[in-house]
């Protein structure tokens, strides 16, 4: 296996197959993959899950795998309704300013509780888009207890079929290494909600598993 790929990277191709619930990957000092722990729905088998991953990891990074090192969990639960419940919403998006700076506040809710995110720093029309995002991402950060840490790469607004797109690029960093994430949303009303979703569109996925 390419020292290049990492545990996340595994964790992504497993998590985008259907019926699984999340996944845990372990791997020794070599890089190499040592366990891997999936909970899964259940509409589908153990044995199943199994080749599904078996297939995966072939087709993905040419991986095989000896099919003890796969453990396979189900419940009963269906995972979009966990998703859904574990989803942090928009509440209010604020910007105040002071000259050439400005700072960009995130409000978000999940059940009735509700996370609140701050970045400050120049605010020119482009770049308070970037605060904004900035600041959805400390607020998500401020709703789990685990240590990483999200970097804004990149944000642009593109059109397509005649409607304004927001796109951003998030690299989440943990202790098993980074991974690229990337979210987006229509800017229907208002582009502030919109940036806001599109960043929410990046992590939502990846926070309702791993909180």
């Known amino acids: 296996m390419s020292q290049n ?7 992504s191709v497993i998590l ?31 044995k199943q ?3 599904d991953v ?17 453990s396979v969990a189900q419940t009963h639960f269906e995972s979009p309704v ?3 419940n574990a989803r942090l919403k928009f509440t209010e998006v604020l910007i105040s300013m002071n000259g050439s700076t400005g700072e960009a506040t995130v409000r978000l809710s999940r059940d009735d509780n509700v996370y609140s995110g701050t970045t400050s720093g120049y605010c ?23 240590d990483f ?19 951003v690029l998030v690299n989440m960093i943990t202790d098993r290494g980074e991974e690229y994430l990337t979210g987006s949303a ?19 996925r990846r926070i309702s598993i791993i909180s």
Do not use: C, M
Not at 5 to 11: F, H, K, P, R, Y
Not at 124 to 145: H, M
Not at 153 to 166: A, W
């Open 54 to 70: 078996e297939s995966a990891l072939i087709a993905k990074f040419n991986i095989e795998l000896d099919h003890k090192k796969i």
């Open 49 to 51: 899950i199994v080749r």
């Open 124 to 146: 020119s029309n482009q770049n308070q888009f970037r605060l904004i995002a900035s600041a959805t991402l400390n607020a998500v950060k401020s709703s789990i207890e685990k």
């Open 82 to 84: 966990k998703y859904e």
């Open 5 to 11: 790929i990492s545990a996340s990277d595994i964790e």
């Open 16 to 46: 985008s197959l259907s019926d699984i619930v999340s996944v845990s990957v372990i791997l020794n000092s070599s890089g190499k993959i040592e366990e891997i722990h999936i909970l899964t729905n259940s509409r589908k088998s153990p």
């Open 149 to 167: 840490q999200f970097i804004l790469e990149d944000l642009t607004i593109i059109s397509l079929g005649g409607k304004d797109v927001v796109v």
């Open 186 to 204: 229509i800017v229907k009303q208002d582009i502030w909600r919109a940036v806001v979703n599109a960043t929410l569109a990046s992590v939502n």
